[in-house]
């Protein structure tokens, strides 16, 4: 059974968030928090109740959670929790790599006056969270900013692995990162910006791996 541990307050449409992705993400937090650990029965009726919502949502969140190999359905069980190690984080955050290098790639020549102000516009924001030591502001801002990315690269097949995989890494984050982290990670992320606006999509691409490997390791 689920325990409470701490508030989560279902808001309608954070950062165009659906209910089901969003209850999957608390779901997802209280197993990287070792709150759930694997073989572990979660049922919908106490997340319902936990949450103040009905039972479909909660449903589907599952469903989403079992796409992605993080829970089973077993007959005559009901869904259990898999095993969710940090050789698997890091897994994601190695396809996450590819994915971000291969939207990179696609921005070549696609990157106007307009998008690029709007990169920076982005990046602005990043920067201000990060003078203000706001770490939750700053992660959020941060995925607005790789989502622009690849919205610039306008591959429906590349932002569709995308965005199907990047809520993991992102539930990691919060749960995972400190302000430490937030330090090493800013002016690298810094870096990458300007090389893009320098149309140094190349060198940019060479700062992912460093960027996004070393946050596991804070």
Do not use: C
């Not at 949502?57 to 929790?81: F, H, M, S, W």
């Not at 990060?130 to 590349?158: M, P, W």
């Not at 690298?188 to 490997?213: F, G, H, T, W």
């Amino acid at each position: 059974m689920l325990r409470n541990t701490h508030p989560f307050k279902l808001n309608e449409n954070p950062f165009g968030e659906s209910l089901p992705e969003q209850i999957a993400k608390y779901i997802l937090e209280k197993i990287i928090k070792d709150e759930l650990h694997p073989g572990d029965k979660i049922v919908e009726e106490y997340i319902a109740q936990e949450l103040n919502t009905s039972r479909a949502p909660v449903r589907e969140a599952l469903y989403l959670l079992q796409i992605d190999n993080i829970v089973e359905r077993i007959p005559r069980k009901g869904t259990l929790v898999k095993s969710f190690t940090d050789y698997e984080i890091r897994e994601y955050t190695e396809v996450m790599i590819g994915l971000i290098q291969m939207a990179l790639d696609f921005t070549k020549e696609k990157w106007t006056p307009n998008t690029l102000q709007s990169l920076d516009e982005k990046f602005t924001v990043m920067s201000n969270m990060f003078h203000a030591r706001e770490l939750l502001g700053y992660q959020e801002s941060s995925s607005l900013l790789t989502n622009y990315i690849f919205e610039v690269a306008g591959n429906k097949a590349l932002s569709k692995f995308y965005y199907e995989s990047v809520y993991i890494l992102n539930v990691f984050a919060k749960v995972k990162w400190t302000k430490e982290t937030m330090i090493k990670f800013h002016p690298k992320m810094e870096n990458m910006v300007i090389l893009i606006k320098e149309n140094q999509i190349n060198r940019a691409k060479d700062i992912i791996p460093n960027l996004l490997l070393e946050t596991l390791n804070s």
